[in-house]
């Protein structure tokens, strides 16, 4: 990668004796989402605060626009902007007070009254924080996150507890600040967030990154599936030969995890116009997320076998 934003080499962090990152290493180019995933407890929070400089690494090194955010921290903190999973601002301030105050510290703040309207806080401005809904505390967070104009942003959990259309708004102003060039590290545990959202993810697990890559490599090194529904008595055993696994479920749905969509796929048609079959329920996917995440699990209990 030329001239990557961030870049992560041999990070661990540790809470006492327990390691909680143990060796992670990722870049982050100009203007691109990268999403940190993961299952509980993996790291990403620890991996993020020690990005965002707000946890010294135990090892290994972290440049944020290439310069280490805890050290140069007056030289990176105002070029970036944080979202934390609870930013702990004070109830006792209104939104339209909470917002004044931030844009006084930041010396490029962006416009304020366009910014509310956007998150769709605009009816909200004299609510005090406190009596805000977690949805609309979430979107303050991310208002104030991105008020100074950051260059870098760093969004912990951003939608956890946003209804669905909360959530596409939020997403509709992250999308925009791509737009403008803005760089962007997202922790969700949504995956369809970071399917929509990221250009390239790393999966952790226990502590390390057990899968990373552009998202449609990702996904493309799972295997795809097939399924579709069969009568009580069907014999799978006169089906063509597909090479993916063929799982014959009692309720009488067939699934079958292929690497070879297309060629299993055409061959299941085939067969089916020639035996004058109708296959009710059938769907073709390629592989989820889900799955991947699935597959992580499995290697784990693998190794630990
Ligand atoms: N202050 C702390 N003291 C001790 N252990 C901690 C502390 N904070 C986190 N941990 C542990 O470190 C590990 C990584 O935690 P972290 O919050 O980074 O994970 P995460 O991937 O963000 O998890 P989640 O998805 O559940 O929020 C977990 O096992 C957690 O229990």
Not at 39 to 53: D, I, L, Q, S
Not at 66 to 71: H, N, R
Not at 90 to 95: A, I, K, Q, Y
Request: aromatic share 4%; charged share 25%; hydrophobic share 40%.
């Amino acid at each position: 990668m030329t001239n990557p934003v961030i870049q992560v080499e041999g990070l661990r962090c540790s809470y006492g004796d327990f390691e909680a990152v143990r060796g992670v290493d990722f870049e982050v180019a100009q203007g691109e989402l990268f999403g940190l995933l993961g299952t509980n407890g993996a790291g990403k929070t620890t991996t993020m605060e020690a990005v965002e400089g707000l946890r010294k690494a135990t090892q290994g090194t972290v440049r944020v626009l290439g310069s280490d955010p805890l050290t140069d921290r007056g030289v990176v903190r105002p070029r970036i902007g944080i979202m934390l999973q609870d930013s702990g601002f004070p109830g006792d301030l209104t939104v339209a007070e909470m917002v004044a105050f931030w844009q006084a510290t930041s010396s490029r703040a962006s416009d304020a009254a366009s910014a509310i309207e956007a998150l769709d806080l605009a009816h909200r401005r004299d609510v005090r924080i406190k009596q805000l809904s977690g949805g609309e505390r979430r979107r303050l967070d991310l208002l104030l996150a991105t008020l100074g104009k950051p260059e870098v942003l760093f969004l912990d959990e951003p939608t956890t507890g946003l209804d669905p259309e909360s959530r596409l708004r939020v997403w509709e102003v992250v999308r925009g600040l791509l737009a403008e060039g803005t760089t962007v590290v997202l922790t969700t545990h949504y995956l369809e967030e970071a399917e929509s959202l990221a250009e390239r993810i790393a999966i952790m697990h226990a502590g390390r990154i057990a899968v990373s890559g552009r998202v449609s490599d990702v996904l493309a090194r799972q295997p795809a599936r097939i399924g579709f529904d069969v009568p009580a008595g069907f014999d799978v055993g006169v089906l063509p030969m597909l090479r993916g696994d063929v799982v014959h479920e009692p309720s009488g749905r067939v699934e079958v995890r292929t690497g070879e969509l297309q060629r299993d796929l055409g061959e299941l048609l085939d067969w089916a116009r020639g035996d004058g079959r109708v296959l009710t329920g059938l769907r073709a996917n390629h592989a989820s997320l889900e799955d991947v995440f699935h597959a992580v699990r499995a290697d784990e209990k693998v190794m630990s076998r």
